[in-house]
């Protein structure tokens, strides 16, 4: 059975109770359990990390490549709009990237309007909430 890596960067474990408002009452384990859910109906099995490091998710983006991952899904929170380092991972590791937010950041602030994430990924789903993590794996399902 292939694996979907989901990265999930800075502040997401604090999903639930952090700007509900913008993003939810969803908390992250919940998200997790219905990546799981769908994992298992699509017939690919979900590994679902969460970081506050840039680091972290660099190494977990050349650990895709090693394990030759179908794809990898990332929310990269704030490290979307400001990691070169990010960027060239994702062009140098040769699995595709799905990019996801909850949020739709062209709908916010400007500083969240350029996306290097963006990019380097395949497909970007965004404004969806927990949603768009659904839809990501059921795009992964068909590459
Ligand atoms: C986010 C959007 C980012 O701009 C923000 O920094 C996040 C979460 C989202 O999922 O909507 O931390 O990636």
């Known amino acids: 059975m292939d694996t979907v890596f989901i990265l999930n960067g800075p502040n997401l474990n604090l999903l639930g109770t952090r700007e509900p408002d913008i993003y939810g009452h969803e908390t992250l384990t919940d998200l997790e359990a219905r990546c799981h859910e769908a994992g298992e109906r699509l017939g690919l099995a979900v590994d679902f990390r969460q970081t506050n490091h840039e680091g972290v998710l ?3 983006l050349h ?18 709009h400001t990691s070169i380092a990010l960027l060239d991972a994702i062009k140098a590791i040769g699995v595709p990237v799905i990019e996801v937010h909850l949020s739709d950041p062209r ?16 497909q ?9 993590y659904i839809e990501a794996l059921e795009h992964a399902a068909t590459l």
């Open 107 to 122: 709908q916010r602030e400007e500083f969240r309007h350029l996306s290097y994430v963006g990019m380097g990924a395949v």
């Open 124 to 132: 970007t789903i965004q404004g969806r909430g927990g949603d768009g």
């Open 58 to 60: 660099v190494d977990w």
């Open 63 to 80: 650990e895709a490549r090693e394990a030759k991952a179908r794809a990898v899904i990332l929310n990269a929170a704030a490290y979307t």
